[in-house]
């Protein structure tokens, strides 16, 4: 079983629209969740942490469910440059080393 | 913020040959460096957990003998493929935790060995 899963979509939404994506990890003992912005053929860039208040940061909301090691990303009025794959990231075993998941690749059409 | 320097950002080799990769930590040290490796359509694999002054960490399946890293000083870790293969074509990114900063990833590498 893969540490960190995701639906790798495409997911194509019109823009304006409401996208969701989730993703589930293994390793019950993760301390840290993120989702990272990765564009074609560059290094990710950090999105934001996931806190398990869940947390808001202008149309992106992330959520963390503890019990069900659940991790959401819901994104908002949907602009044409939110199109990129959306990678799922969980602290991993050694301590500070990430684990990825694979991502999920979304495209917004005009 | 922290930045992460990482060169080259494209390299074509001929199989057999070494290819070189560093990082460099440009306004912070990094005591420790992470490097990854993507496949198309697959996630970032942890291939190695680099500390300075000390041998690397290799995950699973990595052969420490084939991916020889050096982190000799606080701002410098270096990933070099040796007799690189086709099979080794991928993309190579480094990572380095900087404190207060978070995770800081170096711009990637990406090797094609024809």
């Known amino acids: 079983r893969k540490e960190v899963e995701q639906d790798p979509g495409p997911f194509n939404v019109p823009e304006g629209a409401t996208v969701a994506f989730n993703c589930t990890y293994s390793n019950s003992a993760s301390q840290s969740f993120f989702w990272y912005r990765q564009d074609c053929r560059k290094e990710p860039k950090l999105l934001m942490s996931?806190?398990?208040s869940g947390n808001e940061d202008g149309r992106f909301t992330a959520q963390l469910n503890r019990a069900s090691q659940y991790i959401s990303l819901l994104i908002r009025d949907s602009k044409l440059s939110d199109s990129a794959t959306y990678l799922c990231?969980?602290?991993?075993?050694?301590?500070?080393?990430?684990?990825f998941g694979k991502g999920t690749s979304l495209l917004v059409t005009p | 913020g922290a930045v992460v320097s990482q060169h080259p950002s494209r390299v074509i080799c001929k199989s057999g040959t070494s290819v070189k990769i560093e990082c460099r930590s440009l306004d912070f040290q990094a005591t420790t460096m992470f490097w990854y490796r993507q496949f198309p359509k697959q996630s970032l694999m942890l291939m190695a957990t680099s500390n300075e002054g000390s041998k690397a960490t290799y995950e699973q399946g990595v052969e420490k003998d084939k991916f020889l890293i050096n982190h000799a000083s606080l701002t410098l870790s270096t990933l070099t493929v040796t007799s690189a293969h086709p099979e080794d074509s991928s993309f190579y990114i480094c990572?380095?935790?900087?404190?207060?900063?978070?995770?800081?990833f170096g711009s990637g590498t990406r090797l094609t060995v024809v």
């Open positions: 990572s380095a935790r900087a404190l207060m900063a978070g995770y800081t």
């Open positions: 996931v806190y398990s």
């Open positions: 990231v969980v602290n991993g075993d050694s301590g500070y080393a990430l684990n």
